[in-house]
Each structure stands twice: as structure tokens, then as C-alpha cells.
């Protein structure tokens, strides 16, 4: 029997659109600026999978921190739902290749702090439960951070995202630093909560393999500053299998594409 969590109901529905729109943007180094995405357009659907591919640097985090609301464009806009982002909403959640958990804090209050600087605590304190037994951490809930692994702390990281029912999931190299055995059981576990929850989702990584093998699209930049420069739908239905012939000739497509030779 699989986990569901409660869902909050809206007019917005439980995912969004988000429409990047012709976005370039510069970091200002004092005495000089430094372009890392130049005229980015991205429309992606409501309830969509899609992971961004490109050379490490060249701008695939910043977007994600635009998509977020921590940062403004230095040109075009980003919107969600036809409304511009223009600050951080609990809507649309950044997770990050570190677990970044609070170490003085139980796995427990690590999930219920979002909820709590928000003063919805009381009100939404019984998504806490239902994310723990989604990420399948129920039994470590009063453990703390250092004595998790990799992989759980990377799940609670997850939970403390999911118990605000994001619409937007916003994912930077979330398996980045998690050994190959963990990584392959991270990628089905985000697959499922996916499928299950209903949330759109935007992942940066390296990996091609992990890009294919989750995504319905694959969009690949160029160095910084980033463009696009391919935008590659996945038409294999899930679930996936990694020695699929259709998947290993487009996964050498796409090194090709990133100027990487296919015996890789």
C-alpha cells in the first residue's frame, strides 16, 4: 500500500507552469560583469519533468535560483502561472546537492521547520507523518543528521521540501554527492514521489543517464553563458530501463551534443 500525502486544495491545482522568457543574466564582480545566461526561453507544462544538461559553470544552478525567487533577471522574466516571480514562495521549493539540515535538530523538526516559520505548524502538522513514511524515514524520525547517511539525509531534505506541497520542485544536483548504489535508489525513489504528488520539476544535473532515464525533456546548454543549445523530448514511457536500446542511442546523442565522445 503506497503513501499519500494530504493535499492542501486551491484554485492553482497541485502543479505549476513555469514560462522562462527570453532570461539573461550577469553576476557583478565590482569592477566588471560576468554573463551566465544569455536569452533563455523555457516553457515548461504543468505536472512536466524536465532536466537541464550542460558543462559545470555555465549557469543551469542560476536559473534555478531565478526559477526560486531568490534572484531577479537581469533581462526578461520568469512566470508562474502567468504571474511573475518575483520573490520566494513555499510553492516553489529549491533543493540543494547538500542535505543542508539543521544539525541540532531531529529528522522530525528538520521536516517541520519549514512549516514552522511559517506559523502553519498546528495547521499542517500531520503532513510531518505523511512525508516521513512517503521518504520512508519514519523510523529515524527522532534521529539526528550525523547519524544518517548520505541518502536519508538527502531524503529528509526532501520531506522538509514536500511537506510544504510544493507545486514547483526545484532539484540542483540532488544526487551529486551520493555514492552510485544510493544515487540509482535516490533516482526511483524522486520518480515515484513524482508520479505520486503530482508536483512539476525542474533538475539540474551531469548526469545523462539520470537526465534520460527520469525526464520527459532533456534541454542542453551551452558554456556560460548558458545557451540552449538542444531541446530533446524522452518518448520512452516510465518505467525505464537503463539497457534500453532506444535509451542508450539517445543517451550518446546527447554526448555528442555536449561535444563528449559516445564510448563514454
Excluded at 522530525?108 to 521518504?135: F, M, T, Y
Aim: negative net charge.
Amino acid at each position: 500500500m503506497t503513501t499519500a500525502l494530504t493535499r492542501k486544495t486551491g484554485a492553482g491545482g497541485d502543479n505549476l507552469r513555469l514560462d522562462i522568457e527570453n532570461v539573461s543574466h550577469e553576476f557583478d564582480l565590482g569592477n566588471s560583469r560576468l554573463p551566465v545566461l544569455d536569452d533563455v526561453t523555457i516553457h515548461i507544462e504543468s505536472g512536466e519533468f524536465v532536466a537541464l544538461l550542460g558543462p559545470s559553470g555555465c549557469g543551469k544552478s542560476t536559473l534555478l535560483r531565478l526559477a526560486a525567487g531568490l534572484e531577479m533577471p537581469t533581462k526578461g522574466k520568469l512566470l508562474e502561472d502567468g504571474v511573475p516571480i518575483e520573490k520566494p514562495d513555499p510553492a516553489r521549493i529549491l533543493v540543494f546537492q547538500e542535505a543542508t539540515l539543521f544539525p541540532w535538530l531531529t529528522v522530525r523538526k528538520n521536516v517541520a521547520s519549514g512549516l514552522d516559520a511559517r506559523g502553519l505548524l498546528k495547521q499542517e502538522g500531520h503532513r510531518i507523518e505523511e512525508v516521513l513514511k512517503l521518504v520512508k524515514l519514519e523510523a529515524f524520525a527522532d534521529a539526528y543528521p550525523h547519524q544518517l547517511s548520505g541518502g536519508m539525509a538527502q531524503r529528509a531534505a526532501i520531506a522538509r521540501a514536500l511537506v510544504n506541497d510544493p507545486k514547483l520542485l526545484l532539484l540542483d544536483e540532488p544526487f551529486g554527492k551520493l555514492d552510485s548504489l544510493t544515487r540509482l535508489k535516490m533516482q526511483n525513489e524522486l520518480l515515484a514521489l513524482w508520479k505520486r504528488e503530482s508536483f512539476t520539476a525542474l533538475l539540474v544535473t551531469h548526469d545523462v543517464e539520470e537526465a534520460i532515464l527520469l525526464a520527459d525533456r532533456v534541454i542542453l546548454f551551452s558554456d556560460r553563458p548558458a545557451r540552449i543549445t538542444a531541446d530533446v523530448f524522452v518518448e520512452q514511457p516510465h518505467p525505464r530501463r537503463r539497457d534500453d536500446p532506444d535509451l542508450i542511442r539517445l543517451r550518446r546523442t546527447l554526448l555528442a551534443k555536449l561535444g563528449v565522445s559516445d564510448d563514454v
